[in-house]
């Protein structure tokens, strides 16, 4: 069966500190990648993702990058957080060959910038 | 622009029934999730329809109206794990999803 892990859980980080956030999903191959990022009583919005190794599409312009340095595996980044990073960022796949296919999601990893 | 609508909050009582409805609003349309998420936690699938009509899935039901940009949720015979939040999201002619920002349903004994 697939599984989907993403870590840290949990992190403080000051304001202007780096940030990274790891991803991996077992049990399936040239999985979609997605990272969400969701603030309080907003929808998610997608940050990142990824078709293949290498391949990134950005949705939105900010001071995060994303890497995919290998198949499952999926990095979110950032050189110098800002308060407004706060959030709550979700990392998910889904099936490529399955474009209306449901997305399953990591537990989460609650950032707060000080 | 692309739009989803869910009203913010509801409150419920155990054992009865509740409706969450959704709006949208989509340059294309492929089709519309459910997602249900208990606090600090991740979302998890509830139900996807592409047709116009309802689907039921036990306690759980969805319908969608492609001509109206309307769906809901129908939750039956309400339990205290149903308080979570439910979110609509629905799939542009890209396959990209576009979210609403949740319906959050509290249940009451």
């Known amino acids: 069966s697939q599984t989907i892990h993403q870590w840290p859980a949990t992190l403080v980080q000051p304001v202007g500190s780096p940030l990274s956030l790891e991803c991996t999903v077992e049990?399936?191959?040239?999985?979609?990648l997605y990272w969400y990022r969701q603030a309080a009583g907003r929808g998610l919005q997608l940050l990142f993702y990824?078709?293949?190794?290498?391949?990134i599409s950005s949705e939105v312009p900010q001071n995060l990058s994303a890497s995919r340095p290998q198949d499952r595996q999926f990095i979110l980044s950032s050189k110098k957080l800002l308060l407004s990073d706060s959030g709550f960022y979700l990392c998910?796949?889904?099936?490529?060959?399955?474009?209306?296919?449901?997305?399953?999601f990591g537990e989460g990893s609650r950032l707060t910038v000080l | 622009g692309q739009n989803i609508d869910q009203p913010t909050e509801m409150t419920a009582t155990e054992g009865a029934i509740v409706q969450i409805n959704c709006t949208y609003q989509t340059s294309g349309f492929n089709g519309l999730f459910w997602y249900q998420q208990h606090a600090g936690e991740a979302p998890t699938f509830l139900s996807y329809?592409?047709l116009d009509g309802l689907e039921e899935k036990g306690r759980f039901s969805s319908f969608l109206s492609r001509s109206k940009g309307y769906s809901y949720l129908l939750l039956k015979e309400l339990q205290m794990k149903d308080s979570a939040s439910y979110l609509c999201?629905?799939?542009?002619?890209?396959?990209?999803?576009?979210w609403g920002a949740g319906t959050k349903l509290i249940i009451k004994p």
């Open positions: 998910a796949w889904s099936d490529a060959g399955h474009q209306t296919g449901e997305l399953f």
């Open positions: 329809n592409v």
């Open positions: 999201a629905a799939l542009d002619s890209n396959y990209q999803l576009i």
């Open positions: 990824s078709v293949g190794i290498g391949q």
């Open positions: 049990g399936t191959s040239n999985p979609n």
